[in-house]
C-alpha cells in the first residue's frame, strides 16, 4: 500500500440568507462538512455527512418563506477537507477570527494582499529583463540590466538566483550519496566502475557547489560552468513558480477577505451545526442533544439554547415525544462519550468564544460514522423525526431574533510559522537551503493518542511554500486534541519515489542552530532543519534475557561507536523507528 500525500484545492461554501431592513446586528450560522470520512478513502460514502447537508437544505428551504420576519441573517457554511483535522473550517475560522480580536484579522489580511502585490510587482520588473536575450547569457548585459531594478527588486533577484544555483547542488546530492555508498561496498577497488562514478559524481557536485554563491554576472563569466547550462531557463522557471504561488495567494486574500466582511459585520453569532445520526431502533422518546465540544464550558448560552429547543417541542406539542438532553456546565464532556470519536463542527467555533452547538441524537450510533459501507439508519428518519421538526422551529426561533447568545471562554488558538531548511547542503555551517515542499506534521507517541482514529486525520498536515516557509495563522485547540507545549513539529521531504529522504533533525547539534524540540504555538518563528537519513526499524523490544521490553534504543556508528549526531525516533507499539545516515 502506497500513500502519497498532495496539496490540492478544497472549496468552501458560503451562502447568506439576509434579513430585510438594515444589516442585522446578528447571524445564525448553519455549519456542515460536505466531506466523507472512511477508513477506506477511496470507498466513502459518506451518508452520515450527507445526512447533515440535507438537514442544512431542508433548513434552507423552510427558511426561506419566512424570509420577511426574520431579525438575524442566517449564514450556510459547508466546508470541506474536514477528514484532514477539520483543515478547510479552520481556514474558514483563521478568515472569521476569534471573537474578540477579529480586528487583527483584517490587519493581517491587509499586509498579506500587500506581500502578495509587491512581489508580483516585483517579478514582473525581473521577468521583463528577460525580453533582452542578453540578460542571463552575457555578464555585461546582466549586470546592466540589474541595475536598473529598485535595491528592494535587485535583493530579491540576488536570493532566488542564490535559490536556483543551491538547488542544482541540492539535486546533485542524492547521485553523489548513491555513488559514494557503492564504491564504499568495495573501497579497495580503485580502478573500478563505481570509484570512477563516485569520482565523477563529486567532481560534479563540487563545481555546482563552488558555484552557488556567486552573483550572476560573475557566475556567467566563469569558464567551467556546467556543458548545457541554461541560467535563463532555470531563471524564468523560478520566476513562473512564484509567479504562480503568489497569483493562487491573492485570489485567496480576496476571497477571504469578502468573507471576514461578512462575519465582521455581526456582533452576535450563532452557530447550529447538524450532526444527528438516526437510531436504529427506537425504545420510547426521542432524545435530542447538543453539544459545543469536550472540554468546552456551557454557559448561559448552552442554557438559552437549551430553553429555546425546550420551547419549540412546546410549540410543535412534541413535548412528550423529544426530550431534550442537558447536563449542565459539564455538558460536552457527557455528551463526547456518545459520539465515538466523530469530530464535530461546533468545538473549533466554540474555542473561539462563539456560542455553537452540534445537534446530535444521543440514542444513535455515531461510532459507525467512518463505515465504507452505506449506513442504512441515514436513510430512514422516523427515528429522528421529531427531532428534526424541533431543530427546524428552533432555529427559525432564533433567526427571528430569539434568544440572547453571549461569548463563550476562549481558548488561545495555536499560530504557527516559520522555515524549513536541509542540512549538509553547500559549505555553510548553519543550514539555509530553504525546502520547498516539506510536509509538516506532529511529532507524538502514537500509543498516547494515535494520528489517525475511526478514519480521520487528527493532526493537520501541511506543505511549506516556494519560499521553504510554512505558516498556519489560526488552529483552534480542538484541533490540536491531546497537543501541549512540550510536544514538537516535525517534518519530511518525499524523494520523486515518494519515500522519506529528509527528515527532522532532533539531534543536539541541529537544536542550537534552531530549537525545536519545544514549541508555545504562539506565532513565534520556529526553524525547522532536516538531514537525509533512511528509516532502520526494530520491531521487537523485548528483551530476551528478561523477557522485559526495552525502554529505549540508541544506534551507534560503525566507526568509533559513538551515537549519531542526527536523530529523529519514533515509539510505535512494539517498535522503535529511527532515521540514519543511508551512507552509515
Known amino acids: 500500500v502506497r500513500t502519497a500525500y498532495r496539496s490540492v484545492p478544497t472549496t468552501n461554501l458560503v451562502a447568506v440568507l439576509r434579513a430585510p431592513g438594515p444589516p442585522a446586528a446578528g447571524a445564525v450560522v448553519i455549519s456542515v462538512s460536505q466531506d466523507g470520512f472512511s477508513l477506506l478513502p477511496d470507498l466513502v460514502h459518506g451518508s452520515f455527512q450527507a445526512l447533515q447537508m440535507a438537514i442544512q437544505l431542508r433548513l434552507l428551504e423552510g427558511l426561506a418563506p419566512h424570509r420577511d420576519a426574520l431579525q438575524r441573517d442566517v449564514v450556510f457554511v459547508a466546508t470541506s477537507g474536514d477528514y484532514t483535522a477539520q483543515n478547510s473550517l479552520n481556514r474558514l475560522l483563521s478568515t472569521v477570527g476569534p471573537y474578540d480580536q477579529r480586528g487583527s484579522v483584517r490587519e493581517r489580511l491587509v499586509a498579506e494582499r500587500a506581500e502578495h502585490e509587491g512581489r508580483l510587482g516585483t517579478i514582473g520588473a525581473i521577468a521583463g529583463l528577460l525580453a533582452d536575450p542578453a540578460f542571463g547569457a ?12 529598485a535595491p528592494a527588486d535587485q535583493a530579491f533577484f540576488e536570493e532566488q538566483f542564490r535559490y536556483v544555483l543551491r538547488r542544482r547542488v541540492f539535486d546533485a546530492s542524492e547521485p553523489l550519496l548513491q555513488a559514494r555508498i557503492r564504491f564504499e561496498r568495495h573501497p579497495e577497488d580503485l580502478a573500478g566502475e563505481p570509484y570512477q562514478a563516485f569520482r565523477a559524481a563529486k567532481r560534479h557536485y563540487d563545481r555546482l557547489n563552488s558555484q552557488a554563491a556567486l552573483p550572476l554576472p560573475r557566475y556567467l563569466e566563469r569558464r567551467d560552468r556546467v556543458a548545457g547550462d541554461d541560467v535563463r531557463a532555470a531563471i524564468g522557471e523560478r520566476l513562473a513558480e512564484l509567479r ?25 453569532l450563532l452557530v447550529i451545526a447538524p450532526s444527528l445520526m ?14 459545543g465540544g469536550s472540554g468546552v464550558v456551557h454557559t448561559e448560552a448552552a442554557d438559552t439554547f437549551r430553553r429555546m429547543l425546550q420551547d419549540a417541542a412546546f410549540a410543535l406539542g412534541l413535548q412528550e415525544a423529544v426530550a431534550v438532553d442537558f447536563r449542565g456546565l459539564n455538558h460536552g464532556s457527557a455528551m463526547n462519550s456518545v459520539l465515538g470519536g466523530l469530530p464535530i463542527h461546533a468545538l473549533p467555533w466554540s474555542q473561539l468564544s462563539y456560542p455553537a452547538f452540534s445537534m446530535i441524537a444521543p440514542q444513535g450510533d455515531y461510532s459507525e460514522f467512518f463505515r465504507p459501507l452505506p449506513h442504512p439508519a441515514t436513510t430512514n428518519l422516523r427515528s429522528i423525526a421529531g427531532s ?3 431543530l427546524g422551529e428552533a432555529t427559525l426561533s432564533a433567526a427571528r431574533g430569539y434568544g440572547a447568545f453571549g461569548r463563550l471562554p476562549r481558548y488561545s488558538p495555536y499560530s504557527l510559522r516559520g522555515m524549513v531548511y536541509a542540512s549538509g547542503i553547500g559549505n555553510s555551517v ?7 515542499g516539506a510536509l509538516i506534521c506532529s511529532k507524538e507517541d502514537e500509543g498516547r493518542y494515535g494520528r489517525i482514529t475511526a478514519a480521520y486525520q487528527r493532526k493537520p498536515l501541511f506543505f511549506t511554500d516556494p519560499y521553504g516557509r510554512y505558516s498556519q495563522p489560526l488552529l483552534s485547540a480542538g ?22 529522504a529528509y527528515c ?39 528483551n530476551p534475557q528478561s523477557m522485559r521490553a526495552f525502554t529505549d534504543v540508541e544506534f551507534l556508528r560503525a566507526r568509533g561507536l559513538t551515537p549519531f549526531p542526527s536523530a529523529l525516533k519514533f515509539t510505535v507499539g512494539d517498535g522503535f523507528l529511527n532515521f540514519l545516515p543511508p551512507e552509515e
Open 278 to 291: 438516526p437510531p436504529r431502533r427506537m425504545n420510547g422518546r426521542e432524545t435530542l442533544g447538543f453539544t
Open 244 to 268: 504562480g504561488f503568489h497569483e493562487v495567494q491573492l485570489r485567496r486574500v480576496a476571497q477571504e477577505e469578502a468573507l471576514h466582511k461578512v462575519f465582521s459585520g455581526y456582533g452576535e
Open 430 to 436: 548553519v543550514p539555509n537551503y530553504p525546502v520547498a
Open 138 to 149: 552575457e555578464a555585461a548585459a546582466s549586470a546592466a540590466g540589474l541595475r536598473r531594478l
Open 504 to 542: 527532522k533533525d532532533e539531534g543536539l547539534n541541529a537544536q542550537n542552530m534552531y530549537q525545536s524540540r519545544a514549541m508555545a504555538y504562539d506565532g513565534a518563528p520556529v526553524h525547522l532543519v532536516l538531514y537525509r537519513g533512511d528509516p532502520v526499524a526494530v520491531l521487537n523490544r523485548v
Open 388 to 390: 428534526l421538526q424541533v
Open 479 to 500: 484541533t490540536f486534541f491531546g497537543w501541549s507545549d512540550p510536544t514538537p513539529l516535525s517534518a519530511v521531504w518525499f524523494d520523486a519515489q515518494g519515500r522519506i
